[in-house]
C-alpha cells in the first residue's frame, strides 16, 4: 500500500471492500451531484429517500463519512424528533426522523437551500400572532 | 391574590415586581405582534436586537419565558456557537452568537419563517459541488 492511500482511510472508516459494503452507496454521490448542479441552475430542490434504498448500515456509515459533517444541526421535537444536518457539502442535509420511542422511521438525503421543515409555515405564524395577542390581553 | 393569578406565576417564573424587573420587557411583546403582522401580510423580516436594549437578565428571563420553548433548535458552528431557536410564537426566533470562548456576544429575536442563517448560500453549494466532484474522482 503506498503512503498516498493513507488519507482515504481517515476518511472512510470503513474502506471500500470491508464487509457490510454492497457498493450501492457511491452511485448516490453521482446522483447528489447532479441534484446539486440542478438546484444551483434552476433552484428545484430534491431528495434520496435513504430508507426506500438496499443500503447495509456499513454503506451508510460509508456515505456519512464520505459527505463529512457540515456546520448546521437542526433538531425538530414534534411527535418523536427529527434531525436535520447540513453534510460538508452544502446543500445536502442528511435528515432522520425518529418515533416517539426513539427508533429511526427514515432516512433522507435532501439537496436544498434550506429544508421545508425548518421553515415556519404562515398557518403556525398566524397562531404565534394570536399567542402574542393573548400574551398582550394578560399583561 | 385570587386562583386566576395563579397560571401567570407559572409562565413567568419571575413575576413582575420581582427584583431585576425593569418593565423593559414586556413592550417587547407588542413590537413582536407589529413584526408578526407585517410578516404576514408582506414577508418582510425583522429583528429586534436584545443586545443594544437596556435589559437586565432577569428581563430577558421573562422575555423568554413569556414566549415559551418551540420545536426547532437550530446549532450553526462556526467561529464560534449560534443557537437559533423558534419560540412558542412560530416566526419568532431567539437567537444567540456565542465567541469561540462560549460567551454571549449578541442576542436577537428574529422575526421571519426560516432565519437567513440557516439557508445554505449559493456559492457555498456551489463549493459542495466541487467536494462531490473531488469525491467522484477519488472513487
Do not use: Y
Not at 56 to 67: E, G, V
Not at 104 to 112: G, R, Y
Amino acid at each position: 500500500m503506498s503512503l498516498d492511500a493513507i488519507p482515504i482511510q481517515v476518511v472512510h472508516t470503513t474502506p471500500p471492500g470491508e464487509p457490510g459494503l454492497t457498493g450501492n452507496a457511491p452511485p448516490l454521490l453521482r446522483e447528489l451531484l447532479e441534484q446539486v448542479e440542478r438546484l444551483l441552475e434552476t433552484g428545484v430542490p430534491s431528495a434520496i429517500d435513504l430508507s426506500a434504498l438496499p443500503l447495509t448500515p456499513a454503506d451508510m456509515d460509508w456515505l456519512r463519512n464520505a459527505l463529512g459533517p457540515g456546520e448546521i444541526d437542526v433538531t425538530l421535537d414534534a411527535n418523536g424528533e427529527s434531525t436535520l444536518s447540513e453534510t460538508g457539502c452544502p446543500g445536502v442535509w442528511w435528515i432522520t426522523h425518529r418515533n416517539e420511542q426513539g427508533a429511526v422511521t427514515s432516512q433522507f438525503l435532501e439537496v436544498t437551500f434550506v429544508p421545508e421543515l425548518v421553515k415556519a409555515h404562515p398557518q403556525d405564524v398566524a397562531m404565534g400572532r394570536e399567542t402574542l395577542e393573548r400574551l398582550l390581553a394578560d399583561l
